[in-house]
């Protein structure tokens, strides 16, 4: 009665303090590969403060689309030298 439960799925945490992922064009290993790193060390962060109960499940799923993106774009751009990665 009057006492609150916290839900730390409601809460939504600002993962734009992070750098910015760079725009790659095909063949920009480096951009893609960097792009990736950076992502990874966003979802490294948001499953620290998930567990916690600071952010969001949300937040975590968010990050993962992006990094299943980004690890697409690795191997396009690697692709494009006609190495395989896969």
């Known amino acids: 009665m009057g006492s609150k439960t916290y839900n730390p799925f409601a809460t939504r945490h600002?993962?734009?303090?992070?750098?910015?992922?760079?725009?790659s064009t095909p063949g920009d290993v480096p951009t893609a590969v960097h792009?990736?790193?950076?992502?990874?060390?966003?979802?490294?962060?948001?499953?620290?403060?998930w567990s916690v109960e600071?952010?969001?499940?949300?937040?975590?799923?968010?990050?993962?689309?992006?990094?299943?993106?980004?690890?697409n774009e690795v191997i396009s751009a690697f692709d494009h030298y006609r190495i395989s990665i896969r």
């Open 54 to 71: 600071q952010t969001a499940e949300a937040d975590v799923s968010d990050i993962y689309v992006l990094i299943v993106h980004q690890f």
């Open 14 to 23: 600002n993962f734009n303090q992070f750098p910015k992922t760079l725009q």
């Open 35 to 49: 792009n990736l790193l950076a992502s990874t060390k966003k979802l490294q962060e948001a499953l620290k403060l």
